[in-house]
C-alpha cells in the first residue's frame, strides 16, 4: 500500500503549532535571561567568591551537569510536591531551564574568566577594587567577549532540549506535535513539520544571539 504524503490538513492545527511555537519561546528567552545571570553568579562565586559559598555551587554545578535534564525536570514537577510544593508546567518547566543553563553557562563563563591575565586582576586591586567591582568592570565582559560563541550554542542545545517538557504536559512544539499526531495518526508530516520549525528557531536564535554579542561587544564586532 502506498502512503500518500499531504501537508495541507495540517493548516487546521495551525492555533496548536502557534501556541506550540509561543511557549517554547517564552521558555527559552526566560531560560536564556535567569540561567545566564545564574550562570554569572555562580562563576564569580566559583573564582572570586567567599570559601564557604564555593562548594555549595561546585556541588549544585556537578549535580546538574552529571544528571539527565528529564530526570531534572521530573524532581521538580513530580518530587517538589512532596515537600509541598506544587508548581503548574510551565513554571516548572521554566526552573529547570533556568537550573539548568545555569550549571552549564558557569563552567562556560569560568573558563573565560580563567583566560584573563593576572595582570587584570592586579590592575583592579591597584585600584582598590572590592572582589566584585574587579569582577564586574575588568574580569567579566573579557570573559563574555571570549566564550559568547560557545554560550550561544549553549543556549541553542539548551533550547532544544526544552522540547522534553512536554512530558509534564507544558504545551510547547514538541507537545502540540504529539497532540496533532494522537489525533490524525500522521506522524510523517507532523514530525517533519515540527523538525523543520525547531530547524528554523535555532538559526534564528543563533542570529538574534549573534546580534546581540554584537550589541554588547561593540569592539569585537569591529575586529
Known amino acids: 500500500m502506498n502512503y500518500i504524503f499531504e501537508f495541507g490538513w495540517l493548516a487546521q492545527y495551525y492555533p496548536q503549532i502557534v501556541k506550540g511555537v509561543l511557549i ?8 536564556a535571561a535567569l540561567g545566564i545571570s545564574l550562570g554569572i553568579f555562580c562563576a564569580w562565586v566559583r573564582a572570586l567568591g567567599p570559601a564557604w ?30 515537600l509541598g510544593l506544587r508548581l503548574d508546567e510551565l513554571t516548572a518547566a521554566n526552573i529547570a531551564m533556568v537550573v539548568n543553563l545555569g550549571a552549564y553557562s558557569c563552567e562556560i563563563i569560568r573558563a573565560g574568566m580563567q583566560a584573563t591575565p593576572k595582570g587584570q586582576f592586579e590592575a583592579g586591586a ?3 577594587m572590592t572582589r566584585f567591582e574587579t569582577f564586574r568592570h575588568v574580569v567579566l565582559v573579557p570573559s563574555l567577549q571570549r566564550i559568547w560563541p560557545a554560550l550561544s ?12 517538557v512536554s512530558q509534564i504536559a507544558a504545551e510547547d512544539l514538541t507537545f502540540a506535535a504529539n497532540f ?3 489525533r490524525t495518526f500522521r506522524a510523517f508530516e507532523t514530525y517533519i513539520v515540527s523538525t523543520v520549525i525547531y530547524l528554523c528557531l535555532a538559526i534564528l536564535l543563533r542570529q538574534v544571539l549573534a546580534v546581540l554579542g554584537g550589541l554588547i ?3 569585537r564586532a569591529a575586529r
Open 126 to 128: 591597584s585600584l582598590a
Open 217 to 219: 561587544f561593540p569592539r
Open 180 to 182: 496533532i499526531q494522537s
Open 153 to 164: 550554542s549553549q543556549v541553542v542545545i539548551v533550547m532544544l532540549g526544552s522540547s522534553v
Open 53 to 82: 559559598l564555593k562548594p555549595i555551587v561546585a556541588t549544585y554545578v556537578e549535580l546538574i551537569r552529571n544528571t539527565p535534564f528529564l530526570i531534572q525536570l521530573f524532581f521538580i514537577f513530580f518530587g517538589l510536591p512532596s
Open 24 to 31: 517554547t519561546l517564552e521558555l527559552i528567552a526566560v531560560g
